[in-house]
């Protein structure tokens, strides 16, 4: 099983990273790491809503990306503020869609938009990282 890693940001801070298999049961795992960077930073008021982005922005990996694995980087931008993002291979990138009544999936980006402060693609040579930046009240 792969370990997290921390390594040092720039705002002093360590980020935590971990490269999980493109499979649905990452999301959990995504979710745990998320939840473990946030309460190691004491903004546990973000876990919620972290844990739930990652877990969208897994989920969508999964779903539309190739190869097999994706990593998830969760990052401490500001002293209330943090990124959790999800790389992978493919480049095609991500859109909000209108979901209809009946619909299973697709509001995944919609919701992500809603809990996030601010979201959006980087396009790299090998693939995209997909992520969103949560700020805490206060």
Request: hydrophobic share 45%; with cysteine.
């Amino acid at each position: 099983m792969p370990q997290p890693t921390t390594r040092a940001r720039r705002t002093g801070h360590l980020g935590y990273s971990e490269t999980l298999p493109r499979e649905p049961q990452s999301a959990a795992t995504a979710r745990e790491l998320v939840r473990d960077a946030l309460t190691a930073w004491g903004l546990n008021d973000l876990a919620e809503d972290g844990a739930l982005a990652v877990s969208e922005l897994v989920s969508n990996a999964v779903q539309h990306a190739c190869r097999e694995s994706i990593r998830v980087v969760v990052e401490r931008t500001a002293a209330r503020a943090v990124r959790v993002a999800v790389a992978d291979f493919s480049r095609a990138k991500p859109a909000v869609r209108e979901a209809g009544d009946g619909d299973e999936d697709g509001r995944g980006l919609f919701l992500v938009a809603a809990l996030a402060a601010d979201w959006g693609t980087d396009e790299r040579r090998w693939g995209k990282v997909v992520w969103a930046d949560l700020e805490a009240c206060g």
